[in-house]
């Protein structure tokens, strides 16, 4: 059942308003800012918006049930928490207090490798149901012992990522110096000492780190040198040779994330990966790309019996939801509309965020008479 949420803030454009007062200005534009000129982001939202969807109001209806089935495991709703790196940076403990609140709603919560907590933290969290997402090491070594910690974390699934083979070119985040630590320039600094409570929360905090990645990495790296550690470690490109050993060594779930087409969704059927996520990663990386929408209705049409066909990028509510559903994902999923959340109000920011979502979704399928949430399709306008 959907909790109560805050009623001063009953949508997604609420929490990014309440976000853009209280964190840095080189924080919150990390996290909203899509890349180049910010296309491929307003598309991803105003073409999902073009889908409209069809009521059936005098039909019987025996109630509406969020409940969706997806590996083999029953959701209290049919959307889950995006991979997201830096969390610490928009809110301390970001991933700690969404890991939590996906747990205590039963929606899934995928962990980036990139974020600032670590593998292990999220699966006690969540008693061993969070995802792990994986960004490529470039040294097996490597890639073997981050898979063997979260197979020994009992994480179900495990997601690979196609769509960042180079870093996406985002202007204002090449402006803000952004890094990791935040650079303190004077103007950082001063857009800190604007946005008092965010630096009290982090200074009790302390500094976020790549907790997942604490093993491997040298002690003391300045910022420069951490920039060349990330660049050796990984290296974004997939292709079959890379997905291979991961298939072979990985006994549970695997996702790829990132596909965008009709192409990448036959490979992913053709090296045994259980599902995808049509996604653009939120347009922060192609800006000339489609919006997720639009290859999703192709792709599921063709592939949807052979894999789960899941999307996300663009989605800010119930009725975005339903959209997608209707237009034949299984699952979704959000990154920035949790993340405006938990900026927006701290630790009530998880919950809350997943009870307006659970509310609006519910809303909607009562509205068109639709029971359960495979049923989507039918209600598609076409
Ligand atoms: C600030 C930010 C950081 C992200 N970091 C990652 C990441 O580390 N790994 C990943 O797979 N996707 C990452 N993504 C992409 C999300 O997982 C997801 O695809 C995207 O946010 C979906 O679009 P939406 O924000 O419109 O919901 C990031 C997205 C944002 C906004």
């Known amino acids: 059942m959907a909790r109560k949420f805050d009623t001063r803030y009953p949508s997604i454009d609420d929490l990014r308003s309440r976000a853009q007062k209280k964190i840095p200005k080189f924080a919150f534009e990390y996290l909203d800012g899509g890349?180049?000129?910010?296309?491929?982001?307003?598309?991803?939202?105003?073409?999902?918006?073009?889908?409209?969807?069809?009521?059936?109001?005098?039909?019987?209806?025996?109630?509406?049930?969020?409940?969706?089935?997806?590996?083999?495991?029953?959701?209290?709703?049919?959307?889950?928490?995006?991979?997201?790196?830096?969390?610490g940076l928009m809110w301390p403990n970001s991933p700690e207090i969404l890991a939590k609140a996906a747990f205590?709603?039963?929606?899934?919560?995928?962990?980036?490798?990139?974020?600032?907590?670590?593998?292990?933290?999220?699966?006690?969290?969540?008693?061993?149901?969070?995802?792990?997402?994986?960004?490529?090491?470039?040294?097996?070594?490597?890639?073997?012992?981050?898979?063997?910690?979260?197979?020994?974390?009992?994480?179900?699934?495990?997601?690979i990522l196609c769509d960042v083979p180079t870093f996406g070119f985002r202007p204002r985040d090449i402006r803000n110096g952004l890094a990791m630590p935040p650079k303190m320039s004077l103007n950082n600094i001063l857009q800190v000492l604007g946005?008092?409570?965010?630096?009290?929360?982090?200074?009790?905090?302390?500094?976020?780190?790549?907790?997942?990645?604490?093993?491997?990495?040298?002690?003391?790296?300045?910022?420069?040198?951490?920039?060349?550690?990330?660049?050796?470690?990984?290296?974004?490109?997939?292709?079959?040779?890379?997905?291979?050993?991961?298939?072979?060594?990985?006994?549970?779930?695997?996702?790829?994330?990132?596909?965008?087409?009709?192409?990448?969704?036959?490979?992913?059927?053709?090296?045994?990966?259980?599902?995808?996520?049509?996604?653009?990663?939120?347009?922060?990386?192609?800006?000339?790309?489609?919006?997720t929408i639009k290859p999703l209705a192709t792709i599921a049409e063709k592939y949807g019996d052979q894999i789960e066909v899941m999307m996300d990028s663009g989605i800010r509510s119930g009725p975005d939801v339903a959209r997608a559903m209707a237009s034949g994902a299984k699952f979704t999923f959000m990154g920035r509309s949790f993340m405006y959340g938990v900026s927006a109000l701290g630790k009530k920011g998880g919950n809350h965020t997943i009870s307006l979502l659970k509310t609006e979704l519910q809303q909607v399928m009562e509205q068109l008479c639709c029971e359960n949430t495979k049923d989507f399709p039918n209600h598609l306008i076409k």
């Open 35 to 87: 890349c180049n000129e910010d296309v491929n982001l307003l598309r991803n939202t105003s073409e999902l918006r073009d889908v409209q969807l069809r009521p059936n109001y005098l039909k019987a209806h025996n109630g509406s049930s969020l409940k969706t089935k997806l590996f083999g495991i029953e959701y209290d709703a049919p959307f889950g928490i995006a991979p997201v790196g830096l969390q």
């Open 195 to 291: 946005k008092p409570n965010w630096a009290l929360e982090t200074l009790k905090h302390g500094q976020p780190n790549f907790e997942t990645l604490i093993p491997y990495m040298p002690k003391g790296l300045d910022l420069k040198q951490l920039g060349k550690f990330m660049d050796q470690t990984f290296s974004g490109r997939l292709n079959e040779e890379k997905i291979k050993p991961i298939r072979d060594m990985w006994k549970g779930k695997l996702v790829l994330k990132g596909v965008a087409s009709e192409y990448d969704a036959e490979e992913a059927i053709g090296l045994g990966i259980d599902g995808i996520i049509v996604s653009n990663h939120g347009g922060r990386q192609l800006d000339a790309g489609q919006s």
């Open 104 to 159: 205590e709603h039963n929606i899934p919560f995928i962990l980036s490798t990139v974020t600032t907590t670590s593998i292990e933290r999220a699966s006690e969290l969540t008693e061993g149901k969070a995802w792990f997402q994986l960004y490529h090491p470039t040294e097996d070594r490597l890639r073997d012992d981050i898979i063997n910690r979260a197979a020994a974390a009992e994480c179900p699934v495990l997601v």
